[in-house]
Nanobody, 121 residues
Framework: QVQLVESGGGLVQAGGSLRLSCAASGIIFSINVMGWYRQGPGKQRELVGTITTSGSTSYADSVKGRFTISRDNAKNTAYLQMNSLKPEDTAVYYC???????????????WGQGTQVTVSS
């Protein structure tokens, strides 16, 4: 089976930084896009940003210039560097990966369990 495990969440003061990691493990042939999503209190889950296999990134307007997504393809791991954090960034952050488990398999969507990020004012 495939597992995505996020780590690195926690409590930080406004203006601070955190780095989240998302490690994919299990039977994996290839990972296409990896993404970060978040769900704040009383809000719907929203896209934070994505990164392709080649390293192309895209971001939500609310985090552009503050957050950076990167990945290590050899480790099947994605990272979310969050700088200049604001209280409105408080949310559970989820990792997503679109991957194949074998050569002839189909692309499937997998999610991590989420990690809490709390930004105090």
């Amino acid at each position: 089976q495939v597992q995505l495990v996020e780590s690195g969440g926690g409590l930080v003061q406004a203006g601070g930084s955190l780095r989240l990691s998302c490690a994919a493990s299990g039977i994996i042939f290839s990972i296409n896009v990896m993404g970060w999503y978040r769900q704040g209190p009383g809000k719907q889950r929203e896209l934070v940003g994505t990164i392709t296999t080649s390293g192309s990134t895209s971001y939500a307007d609310s985090v552009k210039g503050r957050f950076t997504i990167s990945r290590d393809n050899a480790k099947n791991t994605a990272y979310l560097q969050m700088n200049s954090l604001k209280p409105e960034d408080t949310a559970v952050y989820y990792c997503n990966a679109v991957l194949k488990k074998w050569t002839w398999g189909r692309w499937e969507d997998y999610w991590g369990q989420g990690t809490q990020v709390t930004v105090s004012s």
